[in-house]
């Protein structure tokens, strides 16, 4: 259902709009840095379809990004993303400048510490304390009833529910599927960084998971055949270059050694100049089964 998108790029010109909207129902969020895929918009229709009003925003934060990352050469692509919220019947985008979200600069920081330093946060510190705190920052701008994250970026999803959680947030944090390619590969706005030939090799990420979850779907219960089975798999790929590949707790993020419970089978790896990530959730019992974070 297509309606007309308004613009907000100051938390003045959000309140504004939104104000009014709040007594028709619950009010659905969908934060994003933009350049958005499929993934995102999967996002945008479960609002839509479960609050009577949907927001989303774009905000590259520069707090998440460290020295030498690619804060200046993420894609911004505004106005195709505008025009493709605005198909899938988004009310809102909240469009701010950095200064409008750090008007003195990051400097007061949200970081839930038992996470942050863990998978992704071993190899890019600080990054999940700039995203934890404009996932804060923004939650409680919009205010809204439910905010909706993708399972790719299960610790992410993860860390922001214990946040919320531990600093008595009201809203309700919805986890969705994975949204992927027709090879397998997770969608990512990275993606568009891969040349032919990269884009070639990522889809192994996803077989190198799928060929770990089969060990485990053997009766394997120790981890760490597991993780060799995918890391054997991703070393078929002489362009994918891994940072980890592990088998973790669902709860706390930390390496199990035997492969039962809740639990996110998880790989980090570079493609040319895009860091990519993926994983799968699993429930290990006398079955595996795939679960959300």
Same mark, same amino acid.
């Given at each position: 259902?297509?309606? %007309?998108?308004? +613009?907000?790029?100051?938390? /003045?010109?959000?309140?504004?709009?939104? @104000?009014?909207?709040?007594?028709? @129902?619950?009010?659905?969020?969908?934060?994003?840095?933009?350049?958005?895929?499929?993934?995102?918009?999967?996002?945008?229709?479960?609002?839509?379809?479960?609050?009577?009003?949907?927001?989303?925003?774009?905000?590259?934060?520069?707090? =998440?990004?460290?020295?030498?990352?690619?804060?200046?050469?993420?894609? /911004?692509?505004?106005?195709?993303?505008?025009?493709?919220?605005?198909?899938? #019947?988004?009310?809102?985008?909240?469009?701010?400048?950095?200064?409008?979200?750090?008007?003195?600069?990051?400097?007061?920081?949200?970081?839930?510490?038992?996470?942050?330093? *863990? *998978?992704?946060?071993?190899?890019?510190? #600080?990054?999940?304390?700039?995203?934890?705190?404009?996932?804060?920052? *923004?939650?409680?701008?919009?205010?809204?009833?439910?905010?909706?994250?993708?399972?790719?970026?299960? =610790? =992410?999803?993860?860390?922001?529910?214990?946040? !919320?959680?531990?600093?008595? @947030?009201?809203?309700?944090? /919805?986890?969705?599927? %994975?949204?992927?390619?027709?090879? #397998? *590969?997770?969608?990512?706005?990275?993606?568009?960084?891969?040349?032919?030939?990269?884009?070639?090799?990522?889809?192994?990420?996803?077989?190198?998971? !799928?060929?770990?979850?089969?060990?485990?779907?053997?009766?394997? /219960?120790?981890? @760490?055949?597991?993780?060799?089975?995918?890391?054997? %798999?991703?070393?078929?790929?002489?362009? +994918?270059?891994?940072?980890?590949?592990?088998?973790?707790?669902?709860?706390?993020?930390?390496?199990?050694?035997?492969?039962?419970?809740?639990?996110?089978?998880?790989?980090?790896?570079?493609?040319?100049?895009?860091?990519?990530?993926?994983?799968?959730?699993?429930? !290990?019992?006398?079955?595996?089964?795939?679960?959300?974070?």
């Amino acid at each position: 259902m297509s309606r %007309t998108l308004r +613009v907000a790029r100051t938390r /003045r010109e959000l309140e504004a709009l939104i @104000g009014g909207l709040r007594r028709e @129902g619950p009010i659905g969020f969908v934060p994003t840095m933009g350049a958005l895929h499929e993934g995102h918009l999967s996002l945008v229709r479960a609002s839509v379809a479960e609050c009577a009003r949907t927001v989303a925003s774009i905000f590259v934060n520069p707090a =998440q990004f460290g020295p030498g990352e690619d804060l200046a050469a993420y894609p /911004r692509p505004w106005e195709e993303d505008r025009a493709l919220l605005e198909a899938e #019947g988004t009310d809102i985008l909240f469009l701010p400048a950095s200064e409008e979200i750090y008007p003195a600069g990051p400097r007061a920081f949200i970081e839930v510490e038992d996470l942050s330093g *863990l *998978l992704c946060g071993a190899f890019r510190p #600080g990054h999940f304390r700039g995203v934890a705190t404009v996932v804060w920052k *923004l939650l409680q701008i919009v205010d809204p009833a439910f905010a909706y994250f993708g399972a790719k970026d299960a =610790q =992410q999803a993860v860390i922001v529910r214990r946040m !919320v959680a531990g600093l008595f @947030g009201r809203w309700t944090i /919805r986890v969705l599927p %994975t949204v992927r390619e027709k090879d #397998g *590969l997770a969608m990512s706005s990275r993606n568009r960084y891969l040349d032919p030939s990269e884009r070639g090799a990522a889809p192994v990420l996803f077989r190198a998971l !799928v060929e770990g979850k089969r060990v485990l779907e053997r009766g394997e /219960r120790l981890a @760490g055949m597991a993780v060799r089975a995918a890391s054997e %798999t991703l070393s078929q790929e002489p362009l +994918v270059r891994p940072e980890y590949v592990a088998l973790v707790s669902l709860a706390d993020l930390r390496p199990v050694e035997e492969a039962r419970g809740d639990l996110l089978f998880a790989i980090a790896a570079r493609v040319g100049k895009a860091r990519l990530i993926d994983n799968l959730a699993l429930r !290990v019992g006398e079955r595996v089964l795939e679960i959300l974070p």
